[in-house]
């Protein structure tokens, strides 16, 4: 079997990844190799494999945590999470979203209630105005 792939995002190799593991399982059983339950667990996708590290330490490095949304600059919601963090239900396997709000929770960001009753976590633009100085006078 061959895979044509002409056109990959940076996420997409985790989804290659993915590929790859079910390609072999799929041409050991066509050559009738028995796998042990060893290899067959980690031939089966979770929802790790989905889970993007720089996303969130990206996410980190712009904003810093605020106590309110009265103080916040912007304020992210469910719905505004999932997008950023292109966090969606994975069929099977459950909600990426989950995996990202734990790793926020431990970087300190938490959810509140927000003034619309839903969950939401408060944010602040971090100050970048000393990186933009340090260009203007080179």
Same mark, same amino acid.
């Given at each position: 079997?061959?895979?044509?792939?002409?056109?990959?995002? #940076?996420?997409?190799? &985790?989804?290659?990844?993915?590929?790859? !593991? *079910?390609?072999?399982?799929?041409?050991?059983?066509?050559? @009738?190799?028995?796998?042990?339950?060893?290899?067959?667990?980690?031939?089966?996708?979770?929802?790790?494999?989905?889970?993007?590290?720089?996303?969130?330490?990206?996410?980190?490095?712009?904003?810093?945590?605020?106590?309110?949304?009265?103080? #916040?600059?912007?304020? &992210?919601?469910?719905?505004?999470?999932? !997008? *950023?963090?292109?966090?969606?239900?994975?069929?099977?396997? @459950?909600?990426?979203?989950?995996?990202?709000?734990?790793?926020?929770?431990?970087?300190?960001?938490?959810?509140?209630?927000?003034?619309?009753?839903?969950?939401?976590?408060?944010?602040?633009?971090?100050?970048?105005?000393?990186?933009?100085?340090?260009?203007?006078?080179?």
């Amino acid at each position: 079997m061959f895979v044509k792939i002409t056109y990959l995002k #940076a996420e997409s190799l &985790y989804f290659l990844q993915i590929i790859s !593991k *079910y390609l072999l399982t799929l041409s050991h059983k066509n050559k @009738g190799i028995k796998m042990s339950k060893q290899q067959q667990d980690d031939s089966k996708a979770t929802l790790n494999d989905y889970y993007i590290e720089q996303k969130v330490t990206c996410f980190c490095d712009t904003y810093t945590d605020c106590p309110s949304e009265r103080e #916040a600059d912007e304020v &992210y919601t469910s719905t505004k999470l999932r !997008k *950023y963090f292109e966090a969606y239900l994975i069929s099977g396997l @459950g909600d990426l979203l989950s995996i990202y709000l734990s790793r926020l929770s431990e970087m300190g960001f938490h959810l509140r209630t927000s003034v619309s009753g839903q969950p939401a976590i408060f944010v602040k633009q971090k100050d970048n105005s000393s990186s933009i100085a340090l260009l203007i006078d080179q």
